[in-house]
């Protein structure tokens, strides 16, 4: 079974500068995450989709960032304009949640962002 | 929500089992209490779950207190390999109960030593 794909690995862009990653998770996973991981720090949830839907996005910062999740598989996440305290890890997960509620996520290599 | 509480740093011998502590005092009946782990430069990895029995799988052992209050992550025979943070989380669900998510601290970042 292939796992989650991200796109690109790596990214450097200067700062004012727009940037857009790519999530492609696991066939058949309906729920979907975005995630940001600053150096040092743990994952930090930044939006969950259920299909195309949107579940939580509490902690997506708007005025910059957004996602989309069009047809209910792949997801991009936007950054417009970035700033440089948004050089982190960007990681997608998803999970399947056949059996119920279930929180086992399968995460992708992530995206590398710097800016400078 | 429960919030764990794990040292932030520990240190085991090659072969050895390490033994990893969480406390989430505040879990409810009813939450259960799931571990990844996070290699160098790759995404976090599902590890176990558990909500009040031990659970066992190929990959490690989970302990969990009677009184749910705390629980403890078991690697037997720990190898290079396993060095890695390890994150211990109870899922935050959503009003409703019939979503919710899962928010990382900072976890414990074990170093297996030759």
């Known amino acids: 079974e292939a796992g989650v794909a991200q796109s690109p690995r790596y990214k450097i862009i200067e700062k004012r500068q727009s940037v857009a990653f790519w999530c492609n998770p696991i066939?058949?996973?309906?729920?979907l995450y975005w995630y940001q991981q600053i150096l040092g720090q743990g994952p930090k949830l930044l939006i969950q989709f259920q299909n195309n839907g949107v579940v939580d996005d509490s902690q997506l910062p708007k005025d910059r960032f957004s996602a989309e999740r069009l047809k209910g598989v792949d997801s991009t996440l936007k950054i417009q304009p970035a700033k440089l305290e948004d050089s982190a890890v960007y990681l997608c997960?998803?999970?399947?949640?056949?059996?119920?509620?279930?929180?086992?996520?399968?995460f992708g290599p992530g995206t590398r962002l710097t800016v400078t | 929500d429960a919030k764990t509480t794990q040292p932030p740093s520990m240190d085991c011998a090659e072969g050895r089992a390490a033994n990893l502590p969480c406390n989430h005092s505040?879990?409810?009946?009813?939450?259960?209490v799931y571990w990844y782990r996070q290699i160098h430069s790759q995404g976090p990895q599902y590890i176990i779950h558990?909500?009040?029995n031990n659970e066992t799988n190929e990959m490690a052992s989970l302990i969990i207190t009677e009184d749910r209050k705390s629980s403890t992550l078991i690697l037997p025979h720990a190898t290079l390999r396993d060095t890695a943070v390890y994150y211990c989380?109870?899922?935050?669900?959503?009003?409703?109960?019939?979503?919710?998510?899962?928010?990382f601290g900072k976890g414990t970042k074990l170093s297996v030593k030759p």
């Open positions: 997960a998803s999970s399947g949640a056949d059996r119920g509620l279930s929180y086992e996520q399968y």
């Open positions: 505040t879990i409810s009946g009813n939450e259960y």
């Open positions: 989380i109870v899922p935050r669900r959503f009003k409703g109960g019939s979503q919710g998510n899962l928010i």
């Open positions: 066939s058949g996973h309906a729920t």
């Open positions: 558990g909500l009040k």
